[in-house]
């Protein structure tokens, strides 16, 4: 889509504009249109329009990393943590409930 082609196009619904469309005019950006021109034939202002670049750009960088984020690793850790404190227990209770003719003992065939 040209800028000449965004001009007939003109704001979204409620003057506001999908993912795909703001998509679009980043992109017009990254190609090297004018940041004015842009803004002006979507009728959004060049603050706006410098806010979605910003935004796509930092999204771009986020996804080519390869370590899980601050939060993701936290929550894994806090995971793994309840786990480790959880299974002795867990192990625990089992040894009884099998070691003293529980639900879990052994049956001896002769019975």
Do not use: C, Y
Not at 61 to 90: I, Q
């Amino acid at each position: 889509m040209t800028t000449q082609q965004m001009e007939t196009v003109g704001a979204g619904r409620g003057g506001r504009m999908s993912r795909q469309r703001k998509r679009d005019a980043v992109l017009h950006l990254l190609r090297g249109e004018d940041l004015d021109t842009v803004s002006r034939s979507l009728g959004v202002t060049a603050a706006t329009l410098s806010g979605w670049r910003d935004a796509f750009l930092d999204g771009g960088e986020a996804s080519l990393t390869s370590k899980p984020s601050d939060g993701e690793e936290r929550e894994s850790d806090r995971l793994k943590a309840l786990l480790d404190e959880m299974l002795p227990r867990t192990e625990q209770k089992i040894a009884l409930l099998e070691g003293n003719g529980g639900p879990l003992a052994r049956r001896r065939s002769g019975r």
